[in-house]
T-cell receptor, first 111, second 114 residues
Framework: RKEVEQDPGPFNVPEGATVAFNCTYS??????FFWYRQDCRKEPKLLMS???SGNEDGRFTAQLNRASQYISLLIRDSKLSDSATYLC????????????FGAGTRLFVKA | EPEVTQTPSHQVTQMGQEVILRCVPI?????FYWYRQILGQKVEFLVS????????KSEIFDDQFSVERPDGSNFTLKIRSTKLEDSAMYFC????????????FGDGTRLSIL
């Protein structure tokens, strides 16, 4: 089983749509969770941290379910500029802290 | 806004040569990281560094690789005896603390091994 697993997509949605991405992780001892976005051939950029209580930042809402080892990202009112690859990132405490990236979910928002 | 800066943006090297990739982390950050991303693949963790020593490394980070903080600002990744499969984008990142805090990434060095 992959350490961090995401649906690769692509998700093709019209502007204004709501889209949801899911991510599962295999290590129940994982401690920190994030969503990053990556544009083509660019660096990952932090979108938001993910907390057990759920958190929202404008059009973006992230949820964490520790029991199911599942993370989600909801994007409302999609914009053309939301087109990117969304990376689920998990940090494990293995003595030190090891950061594991999912392979990403590609999103295309069309006019 | 403070940034992580990486140089060079593109490095072309003959197979078997040594390369040094350079990074200047954000100035008040204490934890530093290197990642690589082979074209079309996912971002892979290489190593984390704190208090002048490696705190965690992946299976990829073998004896071919080393990291160093030679002064108060630079953080370097050295790859000895490069191989074709070392061709990738290498990202440096830093975080204020470690312990699972968000990391800020530089815009990467594209390494091409010929």
């Amino acid at each position: 089983r992959k350490e961090v697993e995401q649906d690769p997509g692509p998700f093709n949605v019209p502007e204004g749509a709501t889209v949801a991405f899911n991510c599962t992780y295999s290590n129940s001892a994982s401690q920190s969770f994030f969503w990053y976005r990556q544009d083509c051939r660019k660096e990952p950029k932090l979108l938001m941290s993910v907390y057990s209580s759920g958190n929202e930042d404008g059009r973006f809402t992230a949820q964490l379910n520790r029991a199911s080892q599942y993370i989600s990202l909801l994007i409302r009112d999609s914009k053309l500029s939301d087109s990117a690859t969304y990376l689920c990132v998990v940090t494990e405490n293995t003595g030190g802290f090891k950061t594991i990236f999912g392979a990403g979910t590609r999103l295309f928002v069309k006019a | 806004e403070p940034e992580v800066t990486q140089t060079p943006s593109h490095q072309v090297t003959q197979m078997g040569q040594e390369v040094i990739l350079r990074c200047v982390p954000i100035s008040n950050h204490l934890y530093f990281y290197w990642y690589r991303q082979i074209l079309g693949q996912k971002v892979e963790f290489l190593v984390s560094f704190y208090n002048n020593e490696i705190s965690e490394k992946s299976e990829i980070f073998d004896d071919q690789f080393s990291v160093e903080r030679p002064d108060g600002s630079n953080f370097t990744l050295k790859i000895r005896s490069t191989k074709l499969e070392d061709s990738a984008m290498y990202f440096c990142a830093s975080s204020p603390q470690g312990r699972g805090q968000p990391q800020h990434f530089g815009d990467g060095t594209r390494l091409s091994i010929l």
